[in-house]
């Protein structure tokens, strides 16, 4: 049942301002009428016919708009000239003696123009404005995605010019290091020589004056000088230190230089910079053209294996033997060790405070010699024998290491005791280094790689510095007739990778990236070259298995 309030919604009233409820409507002017208001719309348009019916038979139609000149007028045409409605009195009037027409017709063309533009509108342009709708839509998406990409892509590249940055000052500071242990180790070489030959000399000072009191004649008679030898005092070497050179072009380009070393960073574009990095080390024109040997030095080591140098002077010299010798570049024994091995050790090294370290498979350990005190370093896991050995600019230990049953073979990284890295699989879970019965050599460059000299599978593996295969050499030398076959393995300063080749008698020089550079052979190396070292002014050093020589080399201008 409605209430009162909803019936009062409900009715419907007069549209002449009056509250009555609606009985009539004036079909001309569709307009709804009480009772008591139909003569006054009829007396408001007195030219009008009025069309007054019943509320609930009235009928939608047109109606002629009031004029806007005259009161109480509708217009009923369209005056042309002027595009404006007009009444009957506008017609005799303003309008007199223009075309004028009825507005009827023009509605009816107009209603009909109304009419197709909209089927126009809802067949057509409706669903061709949805369809492209539609298409800008999924151009959005796939916008949105490209972007999402870009961005992903542009994250992942500020990574990895941020490790590009990394490896350039990783590889600054790593040359920095090795050019300054260089020059203090000729320096101090020089400075020992000098304090030596002073403590000779104050000796020689007390002795002299001890046979000028004495009264023996026989003390004065074996008198022996030794002023043209003291005349002879080491020369003081004249260091020249490099110095960093940089140049910074803001937004366009940064470069450095240290020595030989040089990398650039260049934006090449406005809109979309893209990084160069140029690391550009000694190419064969700061090789020698012809290497030559400055020394050969008669060792008399049973098929000596392994060298690894201590300055510019001297060497330690590994063979099928337990005692370790230490020689000069003249030939003369400066020092010995006693290995706690059984038969002999598998590898030796120096690290940077030039104290030796030798591999001790048998026993699983690694040990260093201090003060004439042999101290245990290293002790493998069980099962594991080590073998190459290099100590690294940063201090760690570089170990390869092999099962007893040489089935497997791998490179292990210490920081002292600890373990901090292995490298024995590739990215697709198969073995870095092959299994045999050869040992595994191991450097590192100063790019951070490591550098292995696999004899088994007949090749040098290099890794980059998270143990990743960057690329394997096992090429032939120019003119060679037998297998590639790698013993010890060096890098020098400026990058170069140096690797003994036992059957063909040569040393292979790559570039960092394994390039064949040029190989050193015809000179005297045919007695099966084996171990392998460079010295700190850059000499290589080159042990020959079969007549227990070594050789030193100058391979570099």
């Given at each position: 049942m409605a209430t009162a309030t909803t019936q009062a919604q409900e009715l419907i009233t007069c549209d002449l301002n009056c509250v009555k409820p609606v009985q009539q409507f004036c079909n001309s002017c569709q307009v709804s009428l009480c009772e008591d208001c139909i003569n006054k719309h009829v007396k408001s348009l007195k030219s009008m016919k009025h069309d007054i019916v019943p509320f609930t038979k009235r009928t939608v139609q047109l109606v002629f708009p009031q004029c806007t000149s005259h009161s109480h007028q509708r217009c009923e045409g369209q005056c042309q000239q002027c595009d404006v409605p007009v009444c009957m009195k506008c017609v005799t009037g303003s309008h007199k003696g223009h075309d004028v027409v009825d507005m009827t017709d023009i509605i009816a063309r107009k209603r009909e123009n109304i009419k197709r533009e909209t089927e126009e509108i809802e067949s057509s342009i409706i669903p061709k404005n949805k369809s492209y709708d539609a298409d800008v839509e999924k151009k959005i998406r796939k916008s949105k995605t490209h972007y999402s990409y870009l961005e992903k892509e542009a994250k992942d590249k500020r990574k990895k010019w941020h490790l590009e940055v990394d490896n350039i000052f990783d590889k600054l500071e790593s040359l920095i290091q090795s050019l300054k242990d260089q020059e203090i180790t000729i320096l101090k070489s020089c400075q020992s020589q000098l304090r030596s030959q002073n403590s000779s000399m104050t000796q020689t000072v007390q002795e002299n004056k001890e046979i000028l009191k004495s009264n023996k004649m026989s003390d004065v008679n074996h008198y022996k000088s030794k002023l043209t030898e003291f005349r002879a005092i080491p020369q003081v070497p004249d260091v020249?230190?490099?110095?960093?050179?940089?140049?910074?072009?803001?937004?366009?380009?940064?470069?450095?230089?240290?020595?030989?070393?040089?990398?650039?960073?260049?934006?090449?574009?406005?809109?979309?910079?893209?990084?160069?990095?140029?690391?550009?080390?000694?190419?064969?024109?700061?090789?020698?053209?012809?290497?030559?040997?400055?020394?050969?030095?008669?060792?008399?080591?049973?098929?000596?294996?392994?060298?690894?140098?201590?300055?510019?002077?001297?060497?330690?010299?590994?063979?099928?033997?337990?005692?370790?010798?230490?020689?000069?570049?003249?030939?003369?024994?400066?020092?010995?060790?006693?290995?706690?091995?059984?038969?002999?050790?598998?590898?030796?090294?120096?690290?940077?405070?030039?104290?030796?370290?030798?591999?001790?498979?048998?026993?699983?350990?690694?040990?260093?010699?201090?003060?004439?005190?042999?101290?245990?370093?290293?002790?493998?896991?069980?099962?594991?024998?080590?073998?190459?050995?290099?100590?690294?600019?940063?201090?760690?230990?570089?170990?390869?290491?092999?099962?007893?049953?040489?089935?497997?073979?791998?490179?292990?990284?210490?920081?002292?005791?600890?373990?901090?890295?292995?490298?024995?699989?590739?990215?697709?879970?198969?073995?870095?280094?092959?299994?045999?019965?050869?040992?595994?050599?191991?450097?590192?460059?100063?790019?951070?790689?490591?550098?292995?000299?696999?004899?088994?599978?007949?090749?040098?593996?290099?890794?980059?510095?998270?143990?990743?295969?960057?690329?394997?050499?096992?090429?032939?030398?120019?003119?060679?007739?037998?297998?590639?076959?790698?013993?010890?393995?060096?890098?020098?300063?400026?990058?170069?990778?140096?690797?003994?080749?036992?059957?063909?008698?040569?040393?292979?020089?790559?570039?960092?990236?394994?390039?064949?550079?040029?190989?050193?052979?015809?000179?005297?190396?045919?007695?099966?070259?084996?171990?392998?070292?460079?010295?700190?002014?850059?000499?290589?050093?080159?042990?020959?298995?079969?007549?227990?020589?070594?050789?030193?080399?100058?391979?570099?201008?």
């Open positions: 020249m230190s490099p110095t960093l050179k940089t140049n910074t072009v803001q937004g366009r380009e940064l470069s450095l230089k240290l020595g030989e070393y040089r990398a650039t960073l260049t934006q090449t574009t406005l809109s979309l910079p893209s990084l160069t990095d140029e690391v550009l080390y000694l190419s064969d024109k700061e090789l020698l053209k012809e290497a030559k040997v400055i020394a050969n030095i008669p060792t008399n080591v049973k098929d000596l294996r392994s060298l690894a140098c201590v300055g510019s002077a001297k060497v330690w010299i590994n063979g099928i033997e337990k005692i370790i010798r230490c020689v000069d570049i003249h030939g003369t024994v400066q020092d010995t060790v006693t290995s706690t091995c059984n038969k002999f050790p598998n590898d030796i090294a120096v690290n940077r405070q030039g104290e030796l370290i030798y591999s001790d498979g048998p026993n699983r350990t690694v040990n260093i010699v201090r003060h004439g005190n042999i101290e245990k370093l290293i002790t493998t896991p069980q099962g594991w024998k080590p073998g190459g050995l290099c100590c690294t600019r940063s201090g760690d230990i570089l170990v390869s290491m092999f099962t007893i049953d040489i089935s497997h073979f791998k490179i292990v990284r210490y920081q002292g005791q600890r373990v901090t890295q292995e490298i024995d699989k590739d990215e697709h879970g198969n073995p870095i280094y092959q299994a045999g019965v050869y040992l595994v050599f191991v450097t590192e460059n100063n790019s951070g790689d490591i550098v292995a000299s696999d004899g088994n599978a007949k090749s040098v593996v290099v890794v980059d510095r998270t143990g990743k295969v960057r690329f394997r050499y096992n090429d032939k030398p120019p003119g060679g007739q037998k297998p590639f076959s790698p013993r010890q393995i060096v890098t020098d300063s400026m990058g170069h990778i140096i690797v003994a080749d036992y059957n063909n008698a040569c040393l292979h020089i790559l570039d960092q990236n394994g390039q064949f550079i040029k190989c050193v052979d015809n000179y005297g190396l045919s007695d099966e070259p084996s171990g392998l070292s460079v010295d700190s002014e850059g000499r290589l050093w080159v042990g020959l298995c079969d007549s227990r020589e070594v050789k030193v080399i100058q391979y570099m201008k």
